[in-house]
């Protein structure tokens, strides 16, 4: 490695520690999951790791239908309240990261009238509304995530919709997606294209027909620039990865060599990229760390005085061949 580019590196990842670090809203970033497995670390050292920009708190679990809904959070906390959690949140938010409360399990959402008691459920217990009893204390969510892989499928757009009416001028709360590659998602398809979501981390792993397998990303471009940064109302677009080859039992894994040199050049030029989500904390050991230069290779900003200039895309095949 040139000496140059060494020094540049050092500076780049002594930054990236710093505490204080407050990121550009329009930059792309680092989306994960936490909540999924005891030995992954608190959520406050997810977030002090300085990689994540975007951390979704995986799952709330039985909603819909009269059920009464839990936080399966892998041991963290019991499930029917986290409150140790809110000191944690609160300090995420310091640094400028987002969390949100990622929905799993199978929903059974029987109308629409349902879905907006959902809706009303999650604004009062988790973003900020008027529950005395609130599961995660006095932390106030910055959003809400769609995981959704069984159950139905009805109702989800009405949910999202209903969850968008909570919007204010001073506080947006903000609306995710994690779909599967396999084009349209079963699930989610419908709630996607209301437009109403600001960030959907497309799951390009586990469907060997849309992901990177045997050395070729041939099937993961051509879902990615066909399907997905096309789709109608997908605002910004994440390309979803397991940050180790355990994290996705059916492939997808992509060494982050390879991603950084042929996978990042070919989808960052499309207007809606968002950057990259990993599947999640507890398999990343140093992929988020690895890649953060070059999930926004132009700019990233530490504070309102002074910006950081990364690696252009054309320095990036280089300098990881050295």
Not at 10 to 18: C, E, G, R, V
Request: charged share 20%; hydrophobic share 35%; with cysteine.
């Amino acid at each position: 490695m040139a000496p140059c580019f060494r020094a540049l590196v050092i500076a780049i990842t002594s930054l990236l520690m710093i505490s204080s670090v407050i990121r550009s809203s329009d930059a792309a970033g680092i989306a994960t999951y936490w909540g999924q497995n005891t030995d992954e670390g608190s959520l406050e050292d997810a977030c002090r790791r300085g990689t994540y920009d975007y951390v979704n708190l995986a799952f709330l679990i039985n909603y819909g239908n009269g059920q009464t809904p839990e936080l399966n959070l892998a041991g963290h906390c019991e499930r029917s309240a986290c409150s140790s959690l809110s000191s944690e949140i609160k300090a995420c938010q310091k640094r400028g990261i987002q969390v949100l409360l990622s929905l799993g399990g199978a929903p059974n959402l029987s109308s629409r009238d349902d879905a907006k008691e959902v809706a009303s459920y999650l604004y009062n217990n988790f973003l900020g509304g008027e529950s005395q009893n609130r599961p995660l204390g006095d932390a106030v969510l910055d959003g809400i995530d769609f995981h959704i892989q069984g159950g139905s499928r009805d109702f989800l757009d009405d949910l999202a919709k209903a969850l968008s009416e909570y919007r204010t001028t001073e506080r947006r709360v903000h609306l995710s997606a994690a779909p599967q590659c396999f084009y349209p998602d079963y699930y989610l398809d419908a709630a996607i294209r209301t437009g109403l979501f600001d960030y959907v981390w497309v799951q390009f792993y586990n469907n060997p027909p849309c992901q990177y397998s045997m050395g070729n990303a041939n099937n993961l471009i051509n879902s990615w620039s066909s399907h997905w940064a096309s789709h109608p109302g997908v605002n910004k677009l994440f390309l979803g990865l397991p940050a180790s080859p355990e994290a996705a039992p059916s492939g997808g894994y992509i060494p982050h060599r390879i991603l950084i040199r042929e996978v990042l050049p070919q989808i960052q030029d499309y207007p809606n990229y968002g950057g990259v989500m990993l599947w999640n904390v507890y398999y990343d050991e140093n992929y988020s760390q690895a890649i953060r230069p070059y999930v926004n290779p132009e700019t990233l900003t530490f504070d309102r005085r002074s910006t950081i200039k990364y690696p252009r895309k054309s320095m990036i095949k280089s300098f990881v061949d050295e």
